[in-house]
């Protein structure tokens, strides 16, 4: 069951119910399923490697967003302005 759980997160790339599963990892007993759950948490491990990567990537993106706004602001005062 557990195992099934464990395909359907890594086929979804379903963070969430990755996190849970691993959470929660039953004793394995049969060599096939030992085998297969370690083949499925390298699967996990790259998905969640992909997606830290792209949330890095997106939020660098909005930080030079933010810092070219910033420096195209029209807010500076005149500094011969002696009404402030």
């Not at 195992?3 to 004793?27: F, G, Q, Y």
């Not at 660098?60 to 706004?69: G, T, V, Y």
């Amino acid at each position: 069951m557990w195992l099934n759980e464990l395909k359907i997160a890594v086929v979804e790339k379903d963070v969430e119910r990755l996190d849970t599963l691993l959470e929660n990892i039953p004793t394995l007993s049969d060599a096939k399923e030992i085998e297969n759950a370690i083949y499925l948490l390298k699967e996990a491990t790259a998905i969640i490697q992909v997606l830290k990567d792209e949330t890095a990537a997106s939020m660098l993106q909005i930080k030079k967003n933010i810092d070219f706004l910033d420096a195209t602001r029209n807010d500076k005062q005149n500094k011969l302005d002696i009404t402030s």
